[in-house]
C-alpha cells in the first residue's frame, strides 16, 4: 500500500509537498551578490588625518550606479600609514559596518565565510592607488597589528594600461596579488577566534579562472567579539604618484557572507 505525505516538509501545510521538498529556506545555489554601497548609511567611516573631500557626495564618496564607488581626496596623503601593505599604522580612510546576517551580528565565536567580489575601473588613474575589502574586529583602530583584519585587496600604478592592475588577498599589512584581471574573489572563513587563512581567485571578462593566491591569516583572539566589514582605500607604496587634492578612485566591491553550525 502507497503512503502518501499528510504535510509539505518546508512549509508545514497540509497535502502533501508542494515543492522541491529538502531543508527548506532559501536556496543556496546561485545566490545573489550584496553591493557595498559606502553612501547608504550604515557605514562609519574612519579618516583620522581629514584626507576625504568631505564636501564630495557623502563623506568624501558617491555612489555612481552599476554597483560603482567613486572616492575624492581633499589632501594629500604619502608615507607608510596611507599603503594598506605598510605600517606600522594604518591611517588611510575606511568604513566599516557590523557584519548581520538574517538580523543576527556575527561574532568570532560564529563559523563565517566571508566572500569579496573586486572589480577596478582603471581608467579613472589619477595616482597609484589600492583598496582592501576585509572583515575585521577593530577596524576603528590604526594600528596594522590590532585590527586582526583578512580579506581582499586591488591596486594600480598609473603606468600600466587600464585593464593591467593588481587584484590578491591582504591580512594586516601584507598583500599577495596577482595581476591583468578583470576581477577578484576572495574568501576566507572564521571561527573559534581565528582565521586561517584568505584565497583568491581571479577572473577575465568572460568569467573564466585566470590566477589564484593565498596567505595565512594565523590571526587569534576572543570568541565573543562582534565581527565587521571593511573597506579602505590608499595608496600602492609609500612615496612616489600619491594621493592629491581631487584624486578619485573608483571601484566595485560586492560581498556574501553565511555562517554554519559547528
Same mark, same amino acid.
Given at each position: 500500500m502507497?503512503?502518501?505525505?499528510?504535510?509539505d516538509p518546508?512549509? @508545514?501545510?497540509? =497535502?502533501?509537498?508542494?515543492?522541491?521538498?529538502g531543508g527548506? @529556506?532559501? $536556496?543556496?545555489y546561485?545566490?545573489?551578490w550584496?553591493?557595498v554601497?559606502l553612501?547608504?548609511?550604515?557605514?562609519?567611516?574612519?579618516?583620522?588625518g581629514?584626507?576625504?573631500?568631505?564636501?564630495y557626495?557623502?563623506?568624501g564618496?558617491?555612489?555612481v550606479g552599476?554597483g560603482f564607488?567613486?572616492?575624492?581626496?581633499g589632501?594629500?596623503? $604619502? @608615507?607608510a600609514?596611507y599603503n594598506?601593505t605598510a605600517?606600522?599604522?594604518?591611517?588611510?580612510?575606511?568604513?566599516?559596518?557590523?557584519?548581520?546576517?538574517? =538580523?543576527?551580528?556575527?561574532?568570532?565565536g560564529d563559523?563565517?565565510f566571508?566572500m569579496?567580489?573586486?572589480e577596478l575601473d582603471?581608467?579613472?588613474n589619477d595616482?597609484?592607488?589600492a583598496?582592501?575589502?576585509?572583515?575585521a574586529?577593530?577596524p576603528d583602530?590604526?594600528p596594522?597589528?590590532?585590527m $586582526?583584519a583578512? @580579506?581582499?585587496?586591488l591596486?594600480k600604478?598609473?603606468s600600466t594600461?587600464?585593464?593591467?592592475y593588481n587584484?590578491?588577498?591582504?591580512?594586516?599589512?601584507t598583500?599577495?596579488?596577482?595581476?591583468?584581471?578583470?576581477?577578484?574573489? $576572495?574568501?576566507?572563513h572564521?571561527? =573559534?577566534g581565528?582565521?586561517?587563512?584568505v584565497c583568491?581567485?581571479?577572473y577575465?571578462?568572460s568569467?573564466v579562472?585566470a590566477?589564484?593566491?593565498s596567505r595565512?591569516?594565523?590571526l587569534?583572539?576572543?570568541t565573543s567579539?562582534?565581527l565587521?566589514l571593511m573597506?579602505?582605500? =590608499?595608496?600602492?607604496?609609500?612615496?612616489?604618484?600619491t594621493?592629491?587634492?581631487g584624486?578619485?578612485?573608483?571601484?566595485s566591491?560586492?560581498?556574501?557572507?553565511?555562517?554554519?553550525?559547528?
Open positions: 502507497p503512503i502518501y505525505p499528510c504535510f518546508t512549509t @508545514g501545510s497540509s =497535502g502533501g509537498s508542494t515543492g522541491g521538498g527548506g @529556506g532559501t $536556496s543556496l546561485d545566490l545573489a550584496t553591493d554601497d553612501t547608504d548609511g550604515s557605514w562609519t567611516l574612519r579618516d583620522p581629514s584626507k576625504l573631500d568631505a564636501g557626495g557623502t563623506g564618496v558617491t555612489n552599476g564607488m567613486r572616492v575624492q581626496w589632501a594629500a596623503a $604619502s @608615507g600609514d594598506w605600517g606600522p599604522n594604518h591611517l588611510a580612510p575606511r568604513w566599516y559596518k557590523d557584519l548581520v546576517i538574517d =538580523g543576527n551580528t556575527v561574532t568570532t563559523l563565517a566571508i569579496f567580489r573586486m582603471g581608467t579613472v595616482f597609484d592607488q583598496i582592501v575589502a576585509a572583515h574586529v577593530w583602530l590604526d596594522a597589528n590590532s $586582526s583578512a @580579506g581582499g585587496y591596486s600604478s598609473t594600461a587600464a585593464t593591467n587584484l590578491g588577498v591582504w591580512t594586516l599589512s598583500a599577495t596579488t596577482t595581476n591583468n584581471k578583470k576581477y577578484m574573489v $576572495s574568501v576566507a572564521r571561527g =573559534g581565528g582565521v586561517g587563512s583568491g581567485q581571479g577575465d571578462a568569467n579562472a590566477g589564484n593566491v595565512n591569516a594565523n587569534f583572539g576572543g567579539l562582534t565587521r573597506i579602505g582605500v =590608499g595608496n600602492q607604496l609609500n612615496t612616489g604618484n594621493a592629491g587634492i584624486d578619485n578612485q573608483k571601484f566591491i560586492k560581498y556574501k557572507a553565511m555562517t554554519v553550525g559547528v
